[in-house]
């Protein structure tokens, strides 16, 4: 059973448009989420996290959203660059050991 | 600038062989990770470390084994390579300290034939 979960395989977006990447998870032990980038070829990079405490963290063009009643956090690029097209991963855990990662979200931006 | 760095970018194996993956972080971490990524199925935990000697078994870790000897040393062993192996498999490691960001190596594509 998918305790975290990217409902949408691939998104494409105009550049210069916000991007919204989505992540839906189940556990509500979880307390600490991550969203991750990851280039062909390439290990993912870290992108941006949040922790439960929160609901919003801003890092430059890039915002993540937690709704903990929805048990649902969403990333938002804007605008949106052609440098941006990657697959995004979120990954939710508890502390400092075993995060459960997404399937991920290709996203394209269109030049 | 931290770095993780896995032993092979590219390996192939035939079936039935043993199998060594290397991977070295530079960050001093206590925690350090082996993942596979397989198409739509994302990131995988096989096995993580907390310490030296220390070992845990994330959601896949049959046919596999670990060996942590070293802090900054953590191998992921494929006792008897199979078809069902061939992956992309990601090395991470995380403070036990501080934030929780895993740092991730570049991977290594293994293909056993």
């Known amino acids: 059973d998918q305790q975290v979960k990217q409902n949408s395989p691939s998104l494409s977006v105009q550049e210069g448009r916000i991007s919204i990447l989505n992540c839906d998870y189940t556990?509500?032990?979880?307390?600490?989420f991550l969203w991750y980038k990851k280039y062909p070829a390439e290990g993912p990079t870290f992108l941006i996290s949040?922790?439960?405490?929160?609901d919003k963290n801003e890092d430059g063009r890039f915002t993540v959203f937690l709704n903990k009643s929805a048990k649902h956090l969403s990333l938002h690029i804007v605008p949106s660059q052609p440098g941006d097209s990657a697959v995004y991963f979120c990954a939710a855990g508890r502390g400092t050991y075993k995060y459960i990662f997404g399937t991920g979200t290709r996203l394209k931006v269109l030049a | 600038d931290v770095k993780v760095t896995q032993s092979s970018r590219y390996l192939v194996k035939r079936t039935g062989e043993k199998v060594f993956l290397e991977c070295v972080q530079d960050m001093d971490h206590e925690n350090m990770f082996w993942y596979r990524q397989d198409p739509g199925l994302g990131l995988r935990l096989i096995y993580f470390s907390y310490d030296v000697k220390m070992k845990e078994k994330g959601d896949i870790p049959e046919g596999y084994s670990v060996s942590r000897e070293k802090k900054e040393r953590f191998s992921l062993i494929l006792e008897s390579a199979s078809t069902n192996q061939t992956s992309m498999y990601l090395c991470?490691?995380?403070?036990?300290?501080?934030?929780?960001?895993?740092?991730f190596g570049p991977g290594t594509r293994l293909t056993v034939t």
């Open positions: 556990n509500s032990m979880f307390d600490y």
């Open positions: 949040i922790s439960s405490i929160k």
């Open positions: 991470a490691s995380s403070s036990r300290q501080g934030s929780y960001e895993q740092y």
